[in-house]
């Protein structure tokens, strides 16, 4: 159902892979409720993606753009202001990737050159986004920045290796940036603590199924999807949010609040048995 959210609005999306990602339900469900969306990813991933295809199907373009090279961000926003016709109103930072979890490199046995690869491209690239979109002055006022995190951010999560360090890096930069960029231009920047989402990316993390339904059973309302993923961030873009800013909004079905259930010490209990 359509409410109209977006009526008018116009924004950018990264990291819409394919129709597993968050990015790509963002993008139907903005465009559902009357946004525009130029979309955005690493050339490599446009390759091995459909990326095109979801563009084709919104009627718009796909700047590639390395969200970790400024000069390829500063070109996608300047592309995206010339399509456009004026500023921006939107952005979803869904960008993330760790050689390291790749490689299987153990968290007590990292490659540094990895770590910090992860963190460039996970949390550095988000800065550097917020820095392109402000020194440009690209974003309407109350426009509104989300970038995808994860509650590894807070709590350990083993196997997630070194991205939780960049999760909690980038949530670090939504609260910093966000208090210059709302107290000069009115912009609201947040981020999305997600649920464990079966998308191309979450899947290649070891463990991940039975993480899933660990989770699964621990949170009240259960696991949030990928499309009730998107149907919140939507809310995060409208003029319903236009007061909250610099926060890390958990959208994990109450798992974030829970210590245990009744259920997963049952399921303990028949184990130990």
Known sequence: MSYNLLKGKRGIVFGALNEQSIAWKVVERAVEEGAEVVLTNTPVALRIGATQKLADQCGTIVVPADATSVEDLQNLVDKTLEYFG??????LHSVGMSPNVRKNFPYSALDYNNFSKTIDISALSFHKLLQVLYEKDAMAEYGSVVALSYIAAQRTVEG???MAEAKAMLESIARSFGAVYGREHKVRVNTVSQSPT????????????DMYAFTEEMSPLGNASAEECADYIVTLFSDLTRKVTMQNLYHDGGYSSMGISASVIEAFKKGRE
């Open 86 to 91: 004026g500023k921006i109103d939107f952005v």
């Open 160 to 162: 997630y290796s070194d």
């Open 198 to 209: 079966l998308t191309t990316a979450g899947q290649g993390i070891a463990g991940m199924s």
